[in-house]
């Protein structure tokens, strides 16, 4: 897997450098080959047009070959490079007219180094610079100038061509990078927010949790133990009875606990039915509960729902209706849906009246996860009633 991913990340030009070093070194030894066998002009001239090329070796190791690395090569370090690769090109090209072999190995370097207008200005002198000068220094005939001249012509437009399809291909390469670049910030940006937001979900998903069962397990230990201490010295049977209760609710909320550590499902449901788990939080809570309907094993998902539903409401009429009033709780199992009512016959509130607290929002909440609502009705002097619905596969007596 790691041998294509560092390939992606290297640039085009750098895996085929090789390849221009093998083509330059062919252009060179070539025209050095021509030159040398040249029929005309005289040996010691031939010989001076080689030497004048010696130099562009090394300074196209040293000078071009890190340009053409490059990405995008600096522009004027690339103008200097041609400078100085002309400057060496351009005497031997006019002593000899074979040296003009040389100029295809040039040619590509000015467009892969340089933009479009200046790439295109060094081509223009690269190809008919050497034809004038070498017309002006030995005088040819006409046709031979007229060959010299429709060859470098012919050249020009060649090395146009192919230089601004080179140019495109560099242009697009570049804008290819780019767009890669900017995709792989957005993922990791997509990543980043979606990490973020499994991690607010999962916060938001512990905070019901604690709510529906420790945080309300710890505060009927707390009037529990007010009672207790109100009754030791009255009514100590009614004390023990509650010393009883404490022990049990302790017991429920480390169970609760543990079950929020490893994940699985509520101790209530641990083993046990619905109706089961309602029973007995029914009787903690001194109410009543009503079951209609045919009883069947369901999803966890809508049972969780139920439950931690009925907790919350059960713990609201205990706080603001008072341990006097009375609550009845009621499960409905429907052919696709299963309806949990919780009413007490306490004070009631306006239920436009906008209230601080978690309770009620994450009773809402946990219906809308599992594609269920939850309605509070209730009015002043009036009591309160809390029926979550909530939707389930149809029973199989139903088909």
Not at 294 to 317: D, H, K, M
Request: charged share 20%; proline share 6%.
């Amino acid at each position: 897997m790691s041998g294509p991913a560092v390939a992606r990340d290297v640039h085009a030009w750098d895996r085929t450098i090789r390849l221009w070093d093998a083509y330059f070194a062919v252009a060179w030894a070539a025209t050095l080959a021509f030159v040398l066998n040249a029929a005309h002009p005289a040996t010691p001239v031939r010989v001076a047009a080689t030497l004048l090329l010696v130099p562009l070796v090394p300074w196209y190791v040293v000078v071009g070959r890190p340009l053409l690395q490059e990405d995008p090569p600096e522009q004027r370090r690339a103008l200097r490079y041609l400078a100085g690769a002309s400057a060496l090109f351009l005497p031997s090209a006019v002593l000899v007219g074979e040296t003009r072999l040389m100029a295809f190995a040039l040619i590509p370097q000015c467009f892969m180094t340089l933009r479009m207008r200046w790439s295109l200005v060094v081509v223009t002198v690269i190809n008919l610079a050497p034809v004038a000068g070498w017309a002006l220094l030995w005088r040819p005939d006409a046709e031979a100038l007229i060959a010299n001249f429709l060859f470098s012509a012919v050249t020009l437009v060649f090395s146009v061509v192919i230089g601004s399809w080179i140019i495109r291909i560099i242009e697009q390469s570049m804008e290819r990078a780019e767009l890669i670049a900017e995709l792989d910030a957005s993922r990791h940006e997509i990543s980043r927010l979606s990490a973020a937001h499994g991690a607010s979900t999962e916060r938001e998903r512990m905070a019901r949790e604690i709510h529906d069962t420790l945080a309300q397990g710890f505060t009927s230990l707390l009037m529990l133990i007010q009672a207790v201490e109100a009754e030791l010295d009255d009514d100590l049977p009614q004390a023990r009875r509650h010393l009883a209760l404490m022990d049990e609710t302790a017991r429920q909320n480390l169970a609760e606990a543990r079950a929020l550590v490893a994940g699985g499902s509520p101790a209530d449901l641990d083993g046990a039915s619905l109706p089961d788990a309602l029973h007995r939080l029914a009787a903690r809570h001194g109410a009543t509960l009503d079951v209609t309907g045919p009883v069947r094993p369901l999803p966890a998902g809508p049972e969780v729902v139920a439950l931690r539903s009925c907790q919350e409401a059960l713990a609201n009429a205990r706080k603001h209706a008072g341990s006097s009033a009375a609550v009845g709780i009621a499960l409905t199992y429907a052919d696709d849906t299963l309806t949990l009512s919780v009413r007490d016959d306490g004070c009631g509130f306006d239920p436009a009246t906008p209230c601080e607290g978690y309770g009620l929002a994450g009773l809402r909440a946990r219906a809308t996860e599992v594609g269920g609502t939850a309605r509070i009705r209730s009015a002043p002097g009036d009591g309160t009633t809390v029926t979550v619905s909530l939707p389930v596969s149809p029973s199989r007596s139903s088909s």
